[in-house]
């Protein structure tokens, strides 16, 4: 047997597999350690709606986030930084859960899928995700106060972000490398990502709509825009 089609089958099945474990168990384990921290009971008089607060909070996020950045102060402070983080975090999130490769993965592991777009706007989307994850790169790099911030644990969080997007446009374009390097190289990236994710900052994706949803009802209660 081909020694790449044989890792192929390794790093989409067995590794593939643990990876996943490791990166579920780990980020339920960080939600419980997260839930047991618990709350200080709020005995202030409500000024207004909780539920009005959340949803306002949610439709302020989708509506600024990322591209109309008039509204945040920090587009004036640096505006490269937050058109670039916005135009990768829109992108990934199109890649992972808009193109039909990944949501044929997400149909075997859910049992169920959803309408996709185009292959052409999900590639457009990826190419616009890794120019602005190269453009950040640049910017940690020069910028003296991100260089000071950055040391082992950003450079790995954002290798293992960038690997799977740039492997992953690879295999699907054929550039460089055989199908089965190229697929085995985009997995072993994926699963590298899926291990790391738990134990790293990459995990905020997950305690976003927590912190949103919390600091909506606070915002709603007391009646302050969010």
Not at 107 to 130: H, N, Q
Request: glycine share 8%; hydrophobic share 55%; aromatic share 18%.
């Amino acid at each position: 047997m081909d020694f790449w089609y044989g890792m192929m089958e390794f790093t989409r099945g067995p590794l593939f597999y643990f990876a996943l474990l490791v990166f579920v168990a780990g980020m339920l384990f960080r939600l419980f350690r997260i839930i047991m921290l618990g709350w200080s009971r709020d005995y202030s008089k409500p000024r207004g709606s909780k539920a009005l607060g959340v949803v306002k909070s949610y439709l302020k996020a989708i509506l600024i986030w990322p591209f109309i950045p008039w509204i945040k102060g920090t587009f004036r402070r640096n505006p490269v930084m937050y058109l670039a983080g916005g135009l990768f975090h829109l992108g990934l999130f199109v890649v992972i859960f808009l193109g039909t490769p990944h949501m044929l993965v997400w149909k075997s592991l859910l049992g169920f899928g959803w309408p996709t777009l185009p292959l052409p706007v999900v590639d457009w989307m990826a190419v616009g995700a890794i120019i602005a994850m190269l453009v950040l790169l640049v910017m940690r790099l020069t910028n003296p106060v991100l260089r000071l911030l950055s040391g082992v644990p950003e450079w790995l969080n954002w290798s293992l972000v960038f690997l799977p997007m740039i492997t992953g446009y690879i295999m699907t374009h054929h550039l460089f490398f055989r199908y089965e390097v190229a697929y085995s190289l985009h997995m072993l990236a994926v699963d590298a990502m899926l291990i790391w994710s738990p134990f790293s900052r990459i995990s905020h994706f997950m305690f976003y709509f927590f912190s949103r949803t919390i600091h909506g009802a606070s915002w709603g209660k007391h009646a302050v825009s969010p």
